[in-house]
């Protein structure tokens, strides 16, 4: 499971493989008058960020995200028990 910074990660990585590739092909593509230039950069962007950015890579996963333990009531439903400022208050 990829954890917010993660997630931050991710997305500066996404924007900075597409500036990087689409920017260069789309002057190029101006200088040429071709469009076909900006449309191969972007689906070669496009696969490329999908290879580094979807598969749940042990770099997403820096920062877990540590969970409240869960307590279980004499019913058996659990509760979530957390401390708001100095109260602690259960949600059912």
Same mark, same amino acid.
Request: contains cysteine; glycine residues 4%.
């Given at each position: !499971?990829?954890? %917010? =910074? ?21 002057? %190029? ?21 999908? &290879?580094?950015?979807?598969?749940? #890579?042990?770099?997403?996963? +820096?920062?877990?995200?540590? #969970? ?12 979530? +028990? !957390?401390? &708001?400022?100095? =109260?602690?208050?259960?949600? &059912?």
């Amino acid at each position: !499971m990829v954890d %917010y =910074k993660g997630q931050a990660h991710a997305e500066i990585l996404l924007v900075v493989c597409f500036v990087v590739i689409c920017t260069p092909a789309w002057v %190029y593509g101006y200088v040429q008058q071709d469009f076909s230039y900006p449309l191969q950069a972007w689906a070669a962007a496009t696969v490329l960020s999908a &290879l580094l950015i979807l598969p749940n #890579w042990p770099i997403y996963n +820096r920062n877990p995200i540590k #969970w409240l333990p869960s307590a279980i009531s004499g019913n058996g439903s659990y509760i979530l +028990r !957390m401390k &708001l400022e100095t =109260k602690q208050v259960a949600f &059912l």
